[in-house]
């Protein structure tokens, strides 16, 4: 039988796969309008769920909502989302600078998920 715990850690893994697939199909579009399907329909989405399940897994592991690599891992993915709706929905052209914060700071995060120093 398969532990909660695995099943939120299965779901997470998705979310963020979700997150990553829409980061990197903003930064890639070639036009606008693609720009915005991917933010809307995938990074926000898996953005959104990544934190959910995040939550649900930190309490049900019984780690802190204020532990440094929480906290740190907030910061760094509120940065990645908030490059990526702006590539979508506030700059006409790509930007580099956008691309380089959002990919920087969905590795920051994810690096945090992972080893949680």
Not at 98 to 115: E, I, K, Q
Request: hydrophobic fraction near 60%; charge should be positive; avoid cysteine.
């Amino acid at each position: 039988m398969l532990s909660a715990l695995l099943v939120y850690r299965f779901l997470k893994f998705i979310a963020v796969a979700a997150f990553f697939a829409g980061i990197v199909g903003t930064f890639s579009a070639t036009d606008r309008e693609t720009r915005r399907r991917w933010a809307d329909r995938h990074a926000a989405p898996g953005f959104v769920l990544t934190w959910i399940l995040g939550t649900v897994l930190a309490t049900t592991r019984g780690d802190s909502l204020v532990s440094r690599w929480i906290v740190g891992a907030v910061i760094a993915s509120s940065i990645a989302i908030w490059a990526t709706l702006a590539q979508a929905h506030l700059v006409p052209d790509k930007s580099r600078a956008l691309s380089m914060a959002g990919s920087l700071g969905f590795v920051v995060a994810l690096a945090l998920m992972v080893f949680r120093p």
